[in-house]
């Protein structure tokens, strides 16, 4: 099971988390987040994580092209996560730049389909760009992630496994306590945290961590 720990803001936190097991480090660009962190202080964490594999993934949330593709030079970032209101013109125009570099669509899904993702993927289609990996978060109007919503797991089921989509990573409110559920309910390719392994916003918890991990590859 792929897993994302996302929002990390330090390298000895990175370390630990990829230490553990993780599968991918979110980067979060988003300034009002308050897991939000700038260039400087992921090339720190980059510099720290050197020496091993885990995956770096940015997330930009209504950023330009100009922005994505300064980050993604800086930082030689091989997967990028938009998890704004992206068209598919962008990532048509993103990989022209990077043509290597694998982007995850974020969609917060919300009863009673997954209509939004559907006309997206049509318009990707008719672009030549679909994304590599969609993920689907839980639905909030107040935030682009990390509220700790949960997502409508079997309508995401549902819907999914009917059609010939990317590769599906499932977030909202995932914690040690429910993400084995979400697996068994939903059957993604990977799964994504952030406040659900956390103390406080942008601390993570060791322990809820290894739980995590230890939880989503028993299921």
Not at 89 to 98: C, I, M, N, R
Request: aromatic share 8%; charged share 25%.
């Amino acid at each position: 099971m792929w897993v994302k720990i996302c929002g990390i803001q330090d390298p000895d936190t990175a370390c630990m988390i990829a230490d553990l097991g993780a599968s991918a480090l979110g980067l979060n660009f988003y300034s009002p987040s308050p897991r939000s962190i700038d260039v400087a202080q992921a090339l720190k964490i980059k510099t720290a994580m050197s020496d091993r594999d885990t995956a770096l993934v940015g997330l930009f949330v209504k950023h330009s092209l100009i922005e994505v593709k300064s980050v993604c030079n800086e930082l030689d970032l091989k997967i990028v996560q938009l998890h704004g209101d992206e068209p598919p013109e962008f990532l048509a125009e993103l990989v022209q730049s990077f043509p290597e570099l694998k982007i995850i669509r974020a969609f917060r899904a919300k009863e009673p389909d997954l209509s939004p993702l559907t006309d997206f993927l049509t318009e990707c289609d008719q672009c030549g760009k679909r994304p590599d990996y969609v993920l689907i978060d839980a639905y909030s109007p107040q935030a682009y992630g990390g509220t700790g919503h949960v997502a409508p797991w079997e309508m995401i089921h549902d819907q999914y496994r009917e059609r010939e989509w990317p590769p599906l990573i499932l977030a909202g409110g995932l914690t040690p306590q429910n993400v084995a559920e979400a697996i068994q309910t939903v059957k993604p390719f990977g799964v994504d945290t952030a406040s659900g392994v956390e103390n406080a916003p942008g601390i993570k918890s060791q322990d809820m961590v290894k739980e995590f991990l230890i939880e989503a590859e028993k299921a």
